[in-house]
Nanobody, 118 residues
Framework: QVQLVESGGGLVQAGGSLRLSCAASGSIFFSLNVMCWYRQAPGKQRELVARSMAGGSTNYADSVKGRFTISRDNAKNTVYLQMNSLKTEDTGVYYC???????????WGQGTLVTVSS
């Protein structure tokens, strides 16, 4: 089975930075997967934060453009989310998501909590 494990969450002050990692195991065609980061703020619905396509293009939510960067290291089967200039509104549980190549099934990580304090 393909598994995604997030890491890097924690407590940070507003204006600070954090780097999230998502390590995938069991994915033969990782480089072909669409990898995404979602987040769910307290009392809010889950939202797409960033997307990385196999071809290299990326998409970001308007709220994080210019501050967040999604990247991937296919050799390490890992996707990252660099978060800069963090705001309290960025607080939430961040989830790694993979749209698997070939099968197009979705796989979710367990989530990692990011808390931004004022």
């Amino acid at each position: 089975q393909v598994q995604l494990v997030e890491s890097g969450g924690g407590l940070v002050q507003a204006g600070g930075s954090l780097r999230l990692s998502c390590a995938a195991s069991g994915s033969i065609f990782f480089s072909l997967n669409v990898m995404c980061w979602y987040r769910q703020a307290p009392g809010k619905q889950r939202e797409l934060v960033a997307r990385s396509m196999a071809g290299g293009s990326t998409n970001y939510a308007d709220s994080v453009k210019g501050r967040f960067t999604i990247s991937r290291d296919n050799a390490k089967n890992t996707v990252y989310l660099q978060m800069n200039s963090l705001k309290t509104e960025d607080t939430g549980v961040y989830y790694c998501n993979a749209l698997m190549a070939i099968t197009e099934r979705e796989v979710w990580g367990q989530g990692t909590l990011v808390t931004v304090s004022s």
